[in-house]
T-cell receptor, first 108, second 109 residues
């Protein structure tokens, strides 16, 4: 059983559409991170959320940390082909653990 | 500023061979980790280190050894390669956020 469950596993949408990916757990975390990984590269940090209920925006990306600090979501508005990649959530207690990821494909 | 340097980028091994994946960071981070990435399984932690001389196992440590003699270097050793170890391996240096190397694509035949 994974510490972090991500859904959906795959998402394919047309350019201009919106999408949401989810990261859920039964555990409470002090903070949660989102990374994006492009083919052939290592993951790169997008954001860290630390407060229950927190909403952070990064251009067209909106990140939310659940009130109970057990879950998080990533919403992309008007997706572009450059948003294509693997989106991973991660938590750091005494080791950094990742979810299985959501592969997002944005078709032009 | 190099960040995290991981070598080699590609490697093919025969079953039973041993090899060492190299990882070096120049950011003076205490915390480093090795992950393997397989389709649909995200990044699974193999071993990690919280400082020179200190290492610990992650979720999938069997078949791998690590050592941390300096802050900069954290090599991963495959003792006797098996086809199940075919994967993409990432080294990360962590301080707040994780900084990853470019990855090593390993194939064991």
């Amino acid at each position: 059983t994974q510490l972090l469950e991500q859904s959906p596993q795959f998402l394919s949408i047309q350019e201009g559409e919106n999408l949401t990916v989810y990261c859920n757990s039964s555990s409470v975390f002090s903070s949660l991170q989102w990374y994006r990984q492009e083919p052939g590269e290592g993951p790169v940090l997008l954001v860290t959320v630390v407060t229950g209920g927190e909403v952070k925006k990064l251009k067209r990306l909106t990140f939310q940390f659940g009130d109970a600090r057990k879950d998080s979501s990533l919403h992309i508005t008007a997706a572009q082909p450059g948003d294509t990649g693997l989106y991973l959530c991660a938590v750091h207690d005494y080791k950094l653990s990742f979810g299985a990821g959501t592969t997002v494909t944005v078709r032009a | 500023n190099a960040g995290v340097t991981q070598t080699p980028k590609f490697q093919v091994l025969k079953t039973g061979q041993s090899m060492t994946l190299q990882c070096a960071q120049d950011m003076n981070h205490e915390y480093m980790s090795w992950y393997r990435q397989d389709p649909g399984m995200g990044l699974r932690l193999i071993h990690y280190s919280v400082g020179a001389g200190i290492t610990d196992q992650g979720e999938v440590p069997n078949g791998y050894n690590v050592s941390r003699s300096t802050t900069e270097d954290f090599p991963l050793r495959l003792l006797s390669a098996a086809p199940s170890q075919t994967s993409v391996y990432f080294c990360a240096s962590i301080q707040g956020e994780a900084f990853f190397g470019q990855g090593t694509r390993l194939t064991v035949v």
